[in-house]
Every structure is written in C-alpha cells, then in structure tokens.
C-alpha cells in the first residue's frame, strides 16, 4: 500500500473509536465509484484462490490433485471465518503488547464496521474483505512448498496457527498505520499490496517447513511428472487477471493510483514471462509452458510491494530481474536438493525479495520529494534501501521462527505433520479424502 496515498484511510481505522462524536459529525459519503472498484476488486482476489488451487493442482502428480486443491479451498473456509472473528480486529486494531498486534474489540465480528464509511468514501466493510482476501490466499502459497506429504487436518491447524501469529502481526506491522514497519525511516517501509506480508512471509516460511519435514519419497531419484499443465496454465492465467486486483485495489479508491498500480502490474508479469522464456529458449533451446507460467508469477510477485512507487521501465527492469534471479534460485535448489515442490520459496520468496529491495532504486521522483519532505531534508535511494532491508529482514527472520516453532508442535504434540509412507504413495486423494481427481484407476 502506498504509505502516503493511504495514511489517511489507515489512520482512520485505528483511530476509529477514538474520537466518535467526531467522526460521526464528519462521517464520509459513499463514493460509488471507489466502492465499485473495490468491490470488484475483492472479488478479484478471492478469484485468485482457485486460480492458485488450479495452478498447484495441475503441477502436482494426478494421485494428489484433489488434495492439493484442498489446501487451497480450506484456506478460503478456515482463514475467511478467522478474519471475520479476529482478524481484522488484531491486524487493524490500535497497537497492543508493545505494538506486536493491534487489538480493538468493537472489531470483533466486523461489528464495529457496520456503519463505518472510509475517507476514500469506501464502506469500511469492503476494505475489511478485501483485506480478508490476503489473510486467505496467504497461507494457501505455503501448501505448494510441502505438497504431497501433510496430513489434512495438520495443514488446517498450521494454517490457522500461522495466521493467527505470523499473517496478523505483519499485517498490523506493514500496514497499521501506528505500525513500526509502516513508520520505519521517513517514508516507512513500501509495502503497497504484500511483497513482505504476504510473499516473502510464505516464501520463508514454506522453505523453514520443507527442510524440517524432509523430501518426498522417492526425490528426486524418482519422475514426479505433473499431472496436467493444461490447468496450470489457467490457474496462472486467472492469477495474472486477479492480481489486478490485488495490486490496483490496494490504492483503495479509484483514481491515478489504481491506473499506476494496474498498469505496472501489467507490465511487471509480461516482462517476467518474456524473460523466462527467453532464458529457456537460450539454455535449453526451447521455451516452457511451465516457464511462461513461471514467469508470470516471478514479475506479478515482484511488482507487488513497488506498484505505487515504481513506473513503467521500473517495472519492466523488476520483471527481468525477477525472473533471472528465480530461474537461477530454482536451478540452486536441484542443485541442493531439498523439496520445495512447487517452488514457493523460488518464485514467491525470492522474487518478493527482488522486487522490496530493488524497487528501492526505481521510486518515481514525486514520490522520493515526499518522503523527503517527511524527513526534513533529502531522502536517497540507500536510504530507503536500509529501510526495505530491515523490513525484509524482520520478516524472514520473524515469519522463518514461528513456522518453524509451528512444525514442531504440530509434528510432536498433534498426530504428527507428514503423511505415513502407506499413505503417501497411495496418494493424498484416495488416502485423506477418498476421492480421485480425474476418476481414473492409475494413481500415479
């Protein structure tokens, strides 16, 4: 979210009850349009999970299609009750416990927002949805890391474990607007749709639990052919249409930001696609339909935290560098040997990493002049670099611990994590849900 375009929107949540016989007295009227774009954007979003469960489905081998869609459709159940409850009250609520997690219990149930119009002349009820999108698409990126081999009901419990002490605290750090991430420098850390909360937290946190888990059985000396590349190219196709709005809607109106965010995110995903295929084409002689899709994750990932700040060459170089350096991750980790099966950790947490950091370097100059004027003075690029660094930092580490500390629990205390061997060869569809994608007899 784009720290100065938004700081009175985030402002006004936290500070809602603070002052209501004020902000009944100046209470917003509804902007339809701004309200029709978000609305759609948040359909957007959601529209997103299908298309993931669509591209992870597709990527894994035909005995566990049923279940790796699972994981993505239980996030959406689990996660969008939680948000509900909770969530959004401990994310957007005033700090609490040091600023660890806000906290406002008239957010509880979303009862506080019932008449609550947003400064942008939003409803408050359609930001905490759109909100609520990411709360759920989150913890739905990890699955692809340890797909194959977990349990249904341990993935349910570590994912709500996870939102509620990794995805909520970041949250509230980012992009609460009593935050310490969001006031971190002059400027805050840019975070404009997610690039820490949501891709490099899931990045980390998906390679913590793959290397405390272990490989599947048989990697990689055994071929584990995807079962059908026709939908995950749907399923990427339906996330670059989605992430529109993820990237546009998070300008939270309808204006020049949502065209600056919509159209870097256009380019950024292009780039990335052209780029891989490109690579491909060089090292191997021929281009992928995995690679394209590949790539078109690598730039919508890294354009996500710099969309507010960066303009069209910006995002351009984001996508180029983004997918070079995430083939390059990926080849690393064949080479090393460990089973992120999906690449969550290669695409999601490398290229979130490219795109906070590098964008540092490619800030429109209007935006640099305002942050300059908050410091009181100049504000360069190494700056801000420090100030992404950290936030980058912070998150890793913080996202990388609890996971990890989550695995363990799990694994030790509620029945354990991974599949039995048994289980894991016959497959997740037949063995956890008794079912079969495809309804053939061949389960590999």
């Not at 749709?193 to 899931?202: P, Y």
């Not at 405390?212 to 196709?237: D, Q």
Request: proline share 3%; hydrophobic share 55%.
């Amino acid at each position: 979210m784009n720290k100065f375009s938004l700081k009175s929107t985030l402002l006004f949540v936290t500070a809602l009850l603070s002052a209501p016989a004020v902000m009944a007295a100046e209470t917003p009227v509804v902007d339809s349009g701004a309200t029709a774009w978000m609305l759609t954007s948040t359909a957007l979003v959601l529209l997103m999970v299908p298309g993931l469960a669509m591209f992870y489905g597709g990527l894994v081998r035909t005995k566990n299609v049923i279940g790796t869609m699972m994981h993505s459709f239980v996030a959406m159940a689990l996660v969008g009750v939680l948000w509900a409850v909770c969530g959004y009250a401990f994310s957007f609520g005033p700090n609490i416990l040091g600023g660890w997690i806000g906290w406002d219990s008239s957010f509880l149930f979303l009862k506080g927002l019932d008449n609550s119009i947003l400064p942008a002349g939003v409803p408050e009820y359609v930001f905490a949805m759109f909100q609520g999108k990411f709360a759920i698409i989150t913890p739905a990126l990890i699955a692809g890391a340890f797909a194959e081999r977990v349990k249904f009901r341990s993935y349910c419990i570590f994912i709500l474990l996870w939102t509620m002490f990794v995805y909520f605290p970041l949250c509230h750090w980012v992009w609460a607007s009593d935050g310490f991430l969001f006031n971190l420098g002059a400027a805050g850390a840019i975070d404009y749709a997610g690039g820490t909360v949501v891709h490099i937290s899931s990045g980390i946190s998906a390679l913590v639990v793959v290397l405390y888990l272990g490989a599947r059985h048989g990697y990689p000396k055994t071929a584990m052919n995807p079962s059908n590349l026709v939908m995950t190219m749907m399923g990427a196709g339906l996330l670059w249409v989605g992430w529109f709005g993820f990237n546009a809607g998070s300008s939270v109106s309808s204006g020049l930001d949502t065209a600056r965010a919509l159209t870097v995110t256009q380019v950024a995903a292009a780039s990335g696609a052209l780029t891989w295929i490109i690579i491909e084409a060089l090292k191997y002689g021929k281009a992928t339909s995995l690679g394209i899709a590949s790539g078109i994750l690598a730039g919508l990932v890294a354009i996500t935290p710099a969309a507010g700040v960066v303009q069209v060459d910006g995002a351009i170089l984001l996508g180029i560098a983004a997918s070079v350096i995430s083939f390059h991750a990926i080849a690393l980790k064949n080479k090393l040997g460990y089973d992120d099966s999906l690449d969550v950790f290669g695409i999601h947490g490398v290229s979130g990493i490219t795109g906070a950091l590098l964008l540092s370097f490619l800030i429109r100059p209007s935006w640099m002049a305002d942050a300059a004027a908050a410091a009181g003075g100049a504000w360069t690029a190494a700056q801000q670099l420090g100030v992404q660094a950290t936030a980058v930092a912070i998150t890793a580490l913080y996202a990388g611990s609890v996971a990890l500390v989550l695995a363990i629990l799990i694994d030790k205390f509620m029945g354990g994590f991974r599949l039995d061997r048994n289980a894991e060869l016959v497959g997740m569809d037949h063995s956890l849900h008794g079912e079969h994608g495809y309804g053939l007899l061949n389960l590999n």
